[in-house]
């Protein structure tokens, strides 16, 4: 008898529902330590979450207050103070370093025809204390609140703010304008023109470019700084032409700001999850404006971060082009001898017990020990993320995590040696964890204290498999790389169940599955369906030999690894055969259109969200040209015009290829507004299913970007998937 799979439709709203209520925890912020009349140390803890919100179609953030207890080794005791409460229309904060004040970036709604403002607010322990209408002033365009350019520093003497916004640009008319005389003037004074505010003719139309996916507002940042005694604000003189800055903060001593400068010359390509841009570190003098290279200006560099001594900055580095995601070098400069060393290198393989290298998108904001030596970070290690501190000096490093549970663990903050974390899994929700960081060399012993616990989610359970491919799937170049993959199955029920399996690879192709918590695949798993999460060759956290393996072997090496890993799980678990489904997205999108085209007796049905399915198509629409070419395994330059044996390639390492062997029906999710694989990829897949009489269906979300994470296209999208594996596994 098959096993019950839940086919309400109701009660599957009702689970998404549910699950979906799980906030997750985004930023954290330690206020200043308080000394009892006792003589304990306590110091009060920030906390940011973020929660769907079905019914208002939106995601809602609020924040939650603890008080943590401490001496110099540990937690003594922690707890909530007080309930949460929503946070309205804040796009950034930040406290100021000595935790007295507060700069709040705050959006405000137009009345009636105007257009949004934005006002920057400064508020003490007791109330708001200076609050800036920024769209009045009109010295600049919108401001940044983006992680990849947007900032928001204090100076370290707590007198002024800088931030990144969008250069103001001229007003622009027709060459037919005409003007009403204004109220109140003469014929004679109706002929002056105006002294600065004077539109520009012919401008109306020129293409701006910007910077891609998900920054399509982003095209000129200009550093910014407010005067906070003056009310005054002043758009930094000194960063030259070519570059456009952003993740900036003050310099020691306040003569200046570091920024990352990133090069739009040529042109712009895309920057989101691109981690191989040519950039570099620049420090500008702001009394004489002048402009200074602090790193080498060959390769792609971000996330900087200054020492609480002022003395030293760590960065992460990668090679320009290439792979958008890499292992990254961690690189530190002395502000005083001007010398830069490299701290961490790049990690060829991962082997357990060593350091894995390092994957992030970024460094936490605050991340260094109060010694000025240390710092953490988190990083991908194989399927799960752990936490590490890192020795500048010596380069040596420790896990903070080894000893705790298995999962995804992140740093968000660090101060005064109080390490504050996030932790999750594929069946439990994220939690908050803090530990006071021992002395160096005692790293090892951190004690994790839960401040707020998720009830793990029931019904669920999950393991983490190696595989090894067989040794005619071994890059000649690279042998001996094995891979993972998470698999989630239903817990409640016989073991003599076999569950349906849905197969999902990741997308990137260079990223992760790490087990943490995901609502897709435990929704699924709590519906009663086994999920497995494929962590193929190519994917982040196994060393950058395996991240080097696959461009150039897009659509056979990720394919096949795919698909051995199906046939082991199905060889060495109870799982139904005659029921297996593909969902991907992207590049897992790309990999599942593979999949039903190259294993047609494999799956029985599919959805995918935003697919790659013609590279060749691809490469002169969306803002990564680049990507066509590496993942393809030719190489890129901004003047590259392929000739017809590269076209050729391309098609020929693309899922098209295959669609005449397609019989599974496919659902397919497409965002109007992606940048990144254009909805015409999707429409071209859907209209060659349709010719061929494959059972198909298109959903397209207005609004929606490559990640379709608008609450409501996720949720419809849930549903719809729900659906259609309901329907075409015959559950």
Sequence with gaps: ??????????????????????????????????????????????????????????????????????????????????????????????????????????????????????????????????????????????????????????????????????????????????????????????????????????????????????????????????????????????????????????????????????????????????????????????????????????????????????????????NTLGPHQQCSRLRMYDWYTKHTSTVLEAVPRQAWGAFPGIYCSALPGLCWAADSRRLVLDTAQRSQQDVFVVDTVMGATTSLTANGPQGSWSVLTIDRDILVARFSTPSCPPTLKVAVLPGAGQEAQARWVCLQDAPPVPGISWGIRTLQPPPEQEHPQYRGLDFDAILLRPSKGSAAQKPPLVVMPHGGPHSVFTAGWMLYPAALCRMGFAVLLVNYRGSLGFGQDSVASLPGNVGTQDVRDVQLCVERVLQEESLDAGRVALVGGSHGGFLACHLLGQFPNTYHACVVRNPVVNIASMVATTDIPDWCLTETGLPYAPNTLPDPAQWTEMLHKSPMRYVDRVRAPVLLMLGEDDRRVPPKQGLEYYRALKARGVPTRLLWYPGNNHALAGVEAEADGFMNMALWLLKHLRC
């Design 1 to 318: 008898m098959e096993p019950p799979v839940l086919s309400s439709t109701e009660e599957m709203a009702e689970l998404y529902r549910e699950l979906s209520r799980h906030p997750g925890l985004s930023a954290a912020c330690l206020g200043p330590d308080v000394t009892t009349q006792y003589g304990g140390k306590y110091c009060s803890l920030y906390t940011e979450w973020s929660q769907r919100d079905l019914a208002r179609a939106e995601n809602v953030k609020f924040c939650r207050q603890y008080l943590i207890f401490h001496d110099e080794a540990s937690v003594v005791y922690s707890g909530p103070a007080g309930t949460c409460s929503e946070i309205k229309d804040e796009l950034l904060s930040r406290e100021s370093p000595s935790g007295a004040l507060k700069a709040v970036l705050r959006k405000v709604p137009g009345k009636e025809k105007e257009k949004e403002k934005q006002f920057l607010e400064v508020w003490d322990q007791n109330r708001k204390v200076k609050s800036i209408d920024l769209t009045a002033l009109d010295k600049h365009g919108s401001v940044y609140d983006d992680d990849q350019f947007g900032c928001l520093a204090w100076s370290h003497s707590e007198t002024h703010l800088l931030y990144v916004a969008e250069k103001k640009r001229p007003k622009a008319e027709s060459f037919f304008q005409s003007k009403a005389p204004e109220l109140g003037t003469s014929d004679e004074d109706t002929g002056r023109p105006e002294k600065d505010d004077r539109s520009l003719k012919g401008e109306q139309f020129v293409y701006h470019e910007d910077w891609g996916e998900a920054l399509s507002t982003r095209s000129m940042p200009v550093l910014c700084a407010l005067d906070i005694e003056g009310s005054s604000i002043s758009v930094l003189e000194g960063v030259p032409e070519h570059l456009s800055p952003g993740q900036a903060f003050w310099s020691p001593g306040d003569t200046g700001v570091v920024f990352v400068g990133w090069w739009h010359e040529p042109f712009r390509l895309g920057l989101r999850h691109c981690t191989n841009r040519r950039s570099a570190l620049f420090y500008v003098d702001l009394t004489g404006g002048r402009c200074e290279l602090l790193s080498e200006d060959t390769r792609a560099v971000w996330s900087p971060r200054l020492s609480p001594d002022c003395c030293r900055i760590v960065y992460l580095e990668n």
